[in-house]
């Protein structure tokens, strides 16, 4: 998973008001309190079924149908900075805990034991329906990692589709990093393709088994609704809406803008380019895909290749109207604070990302303003707001999280090979739009494939053997020169100048 939560400490760094300068040294943690913010009230009495949009998109609209799309509307909670979760009731008797929704991992996972930072567990012991598969299977993320052991039971989930599930369950029986203090869930789902599953692909993902069982489309769409939220309240509100089966109407505004899935096992896409206000960085469309884009509702942050994220934050200080920037706000080592009600974004330029259209010839504009990205972390004494960068650099290509997704209602169409972006509902702060989408756009300007660098993963496993081939090849000739009788000829002695061994690897 690409899940990132920041708790490390840190110092404020100065910023310039008018003629003054005023130094603080505020702790950056994640503030382990929850938000307290009302909901919108919803009527979950409408029954309805899958209706076609025209492009093959399931909506909820028709009242005679057999899957409560709006019944699944809140059914997520959480934030940015703990993720977003869904009760589940797994088990019979079922037991009910809250699971982290993940679209960058395939496995389905729950603590099976206990654990200092979370209140509960799945007993397997104490479920009547829970079978042991034997076998082993460990899972590491972009932060933490845990171990446990496969097996199946019944799966039912209180705010979604009706009945209960026969599901691959990974019970956790021991972590590290993984479980943290402040979060309110005790396992993850995985909604990415099986190519992803540990320990093998065989492990049928929990929404590949959901399609299969109750036949429902290979779609899901979900909206995260923590945008612009302080984490120092103390109720989490409801935090969005996973919608199994289809999309929602109600949860967005306007079209849904799609882009193909280049290949299934992250939701991998294809960015085309970046633009800081209205300054295109002008790298090669290759560098935003090193070496893969995904969309992942299990990172926190919008994660960038090393050299994008240096030219985002290049063109951010050029374009900013503060100057004085510490370079620990940009690797997130350093919190920004203001005099409470001095609000930073005004000082910030919008974000836009270009991701290639279902047409390849086009692209479409996915924008988030400084809201989303400038992100607020806590209060001092009630006198100071504190505020983090929402972007960070990454080893392992570009990742769109939390960041990013909670300006739009995402619909991961898995049945047509592609990802749908629109306009959420709850992107609103004040009244003002935290996001925008435009399009279409001529591509004619970028390369016709700007995905191409990553090896595939089986390629890179011949690619080892290979290597590993042509290593036993120079090993045996080495241990045949060693052992054979040196031979003069008339190109002379074979010594250590004019043999193999003085290339070999150090």
């Known amino acids: 998973m690409a899940y990132t939560t920041v708790s490390i400490w840190a110092f404020v760094f100065s910023v310039y008001f008018d003629v003054s300068k005023c130094y603080f040294a505020i702790p950056l943690k994640i503030y382990s309190g929850r938000y307290n ?5 919803v009527d979950l009495t409408r029954r309805v079924a899958l209706t076609s949009d025209g492009t093959g998109l399931s909506l909820a609209s ?3 149908g057999t899957v409560n799309f709006l019944d699944m509307v809140n059914n997520l909670q959480g934030d940015y900075g703990r993720g977003y979760y869904i009760e589940m009731a797994i088990g019979t008797p079922g037991q009910k805990v809250n699971i982290l929704v993940d679209t960058g991992s395939s496995n389905f996972a729950v603590a099976a034991a206990p654990h200092p930072f979370i209140t509960h567990y799945f007993d397997t012991a104490l479920s009547g329906t829970y079978q042991s598969s034997g ?8 932060q933490g990692n845990w171990e446990g052991e496969l097996g199946t039971d019944l799966v039912s989930i209180p705010n979604g589709p009706n009945g209960n599930f026969t599901i691959n369950i990974a019970a956790i029986l021991s972590s590290e990093g993984f479980f943290l203090p402040g979060v309110n869930w ?3 789902l995985g909604l990415a393709y099986p190519a992803l599953a540990r320990p093998a692909s065989s492990v049928e993902p929990f929404f590949n088994s959901l399609v299969q069982q109750l036949g429902i489309p290979d779609i899901f769409s979900l909206q995260m609704c923590g945008a612009g939220l302080s984490a ?4 989490d509100p409801p935090g969005g809406s996973l919608i199994m089966g289809g999309a929602e109407p109600t949860r967005y505004q306007g079209s849904v803008w799609y882009t193909p899935i280049v290949e299934e096992w992250y939701f991998q896409v294809e960015v085309l380019k970046l633009e800081v206000g209205d300054q295109n960085l002008e790298l090669d469309c290759r560098e935003y895909n090193m070496d893969k884009a995904i969309v992942d509702s299990g990172t926190t942050l919008l994660r960038l290749p090393v050299n994008v994220f240096n030219a985002v934050v290049e063109a951010i200080t050029r374009s900013s109207l503060i100057q004085d920037f510490s370079s620990g706000f940009w690797d997130g080592s350093k919190l920004a604070c203001w005099m409470k009600g001095e609000t930073p974004w005004r000082f910030f330029p919008k974000l836009s990302i270009y991701l290639r259209a279902t047409n390849t010839s086009q692209s479409f504009r ?6 989303l990205y400038i992100q ?3 209060d001092v004494d009630g006198t100071l707001d504190c505020f983090r960068f929402g972007l960070s650099s990454s080893v392992n290509g570009l990742v769109i999280g939390a960041t990013v997704m909670e300006g739009f209602y995402v619909v991961f169409d898995r049945a047509q090979r592609r990802l749908g972006f629109a306009l959420s509902s709850c992107a609103v702060s004040d009244g003002e739009a935290l996001s925008e989408i435009a399009g279409p756009f001529s591509a004619a300007d970028v390369a016709a494939n700007c995905s191409g660098g990553r090896l595939k993963e089986p390629l890179m496993w011949v690619i080892s053997y290979a290597l590993m081939a042509v290593c036993a090849v120079v090993l045996i000739i080495l241990l045949l020169l060693l052992v054979l009788p040196c031979r003069r000829s008339r190109s002379g002695e074979i010594t250590d100048e004019s043999s193999l061994v003085r290339h070999r690897i150090k």
């Open 376 to 378: 607020p972390i806590t």
């Open 366 to 371: 996915i924008t988030i303003l400084p809201k």
């Open 37 to 41: 913010v009302s909901s919108d009230h």
């Open 62 to 64: 028709d009242p005679t």
């Open 232 to 235: 120092s309240s103390t109720v």
């Open 135 to 142: 076998r082993t299977v460990a899972v590491r993320y972009t």
């Open 186 to 188: 005790q396992g993850i």
